[in-house]
């Protein structure tokens, strides 16, 4: 029956849902996040709350960065099928685990937490990088791309985020890790820039 | 006053509405699995959780397989009335209750669970199907549908899901539940594909 | 500012947030139900669960009541200004108190609970009944209605679904009530007849 | 890769993603309020509840102001781009944190909640005001504005939500604080008549 359905009222609606479980996810993110039972003054109030706080901003960034990954993606692609529909489905199952992974976080013990964390926000861009890969060499679901740009967008995102996440919490032990992350951002500015070359010498 | 009503505009309300219904059905699906109180490296952390993290999976896919179903059969209609907001509103009724039958699950004593939870599955299905019943035989909202498909459509939905869902837990025991699984799965591609053809013939 | 708004738009976004807030409210009834510790075969967990699997269904079904009415009286609209924001949000504030009504109607004392439930039920109908009374007689919001149809459905709203809430329960002590109950709805059905014979015939 | 954003369809989708938080934060405003667990008759209940549904209230009245905000700041735009996202998230974040915010006001002790509670509201404001300062000023994201509009745009939102909270909780003890909020609301309706008139001599 899969034939059938029209592409982009397929699409559209992929999109809404999608929105929707990323919406919940971020906003849930917060919800386990209880006041302490005493605190005395702003000051001991934060102390007693700062670890949770950066657990939420870290993750808040993170669903942040997935969506605007998930949102051009698709801004790539002019139909949809059952498989992309799996596909998507499995990117919202995993997004939807991070207020879990969240906890994880403020409540981790010796370092533990950190690789189940950076694993988890790894597995979510793989799972895109999938997506996008069945859309682009399988599917046939994308707007015409050049194949550079195409291994290029799925490589960043697979690789990029949870690359990033890791070094942000190897940088807290060993400072050049920031040096790490400044670099690769120029890198991929640069690679970005030879990449928009290529293609547009293909289209001309 | 419900013949004022804008089927179009109406449906498309529903369609949203509903969307976001199982959008957050599949969010709170996870909100309820905390991390256990000692954990001793990533093994044991999995070791404790596996239950949980696999009643969550099963789920997952079982509220992204209805959403499919959802979405299939909205696409096949033109128009809403008052009645289809009712048996709209007892499929998310019963869609929001998922999240409790998950937790039945990985709380569950000698197996008791699996048939509640198989039941709620069905049951879904059930009142998808009656959706799609109402719509397609007495209320005309559907678009014109060769009257075989209408009736294959309506028991694939009322039956597939519940007994998928049902013979995956019998597989776990009996491991002939598989070949059963995958004979079904044949047999509907055939019977798909046969009702396509007479469809096209009654077209022609 | 609120003059440069544009009415459509803005009218459009209202009822996108509407449905997001009725959304979540009618999902989160049911993540306060959990599970009972102990339990034994399906009839003692139904025994156990029996009375919050009522409170949850009734809240439901007030919920799907309350988002037709809404929905119907926002087709009705055809314009937003930032009052009837003011009065929306009053309504969705109600709705979103309902989960919390629930909870207080299953763990009731002595029927207690009853008459603040139907209070919260009824509340949000006057609110609902507010926002059409200013939509229709004093923003003029609404496209063209008669004014006997405008004041209709004002009264409609406004007392139906608290009393036919009150009733219901009234009628599980008192049998006569479910009689009361199907004469207001046959009485209610005569009247809308009427009134859109009325309505025609000062259109015509 | 952000130049190729098509602005339009990502402002839309920026809207809709929104929308959501902001309901999803609207309605978990409530999630955390549970019947106490003793109340004799209906007296009693409110007046064991009464601060939380205080409480509820006011956070309700914020998030709604700031939808208003949103909503109009929004419709002033015309594109979207990655910095503006980015801008979004952190207002979306502040904004989930109400929940938090709402759950310490009730819980305080000797009025330390209230410059924590005030703070957070404050910085939504700010946020929003630095995310239309970015898209006015820098982005060029906005339709055109005469520029002493687009600054009091700018500064209402930045100052007047949090200034507003703040006054109402010090009116509770020093009622002149009231006078002063009156005061406040004639000031800014005469300053916006002002710069309407101004932004139309320019125009003509």
Known sequence: MSDQDSGAGHLHRLVLFSDA??????TLLAIEIHPPHHWNGIRDLFAQMGVKLWAYAISFAVVGIYWISHRRI???LRS????L?????IVLGLVALLPL????LWEQRAGQAFPVYVGLVAL??????LLWAYAAFVGKLA???PKAEA?????RVALLPGFMCGMSFVSLVYPWGWAVMAATLVGLQWLNRRIARVSQAQAT
Not at 80 to 83: F, G, I, L, R
Not at 124 to 129: E, S, Y
């Open 80 to 83: 949809a099928n059952v498989v």
């Open 101 to 104: 992974g969240t906890e994880l």
């Open 85 to 89: 529909d799996v596909l998507n489905f």
């Open 21 to 26: 479980v990323f919406a919940i996810a971020i």
């Open 151 to 155: 291994v290029y967008v799925m490589l």
């Open 74 to 76: 698709f801004q790539r």
């Open 124 to 129: 979510i861009g793989l799972a895109i990088a």
């Open 143 to 145: 707007h015409p791309t």
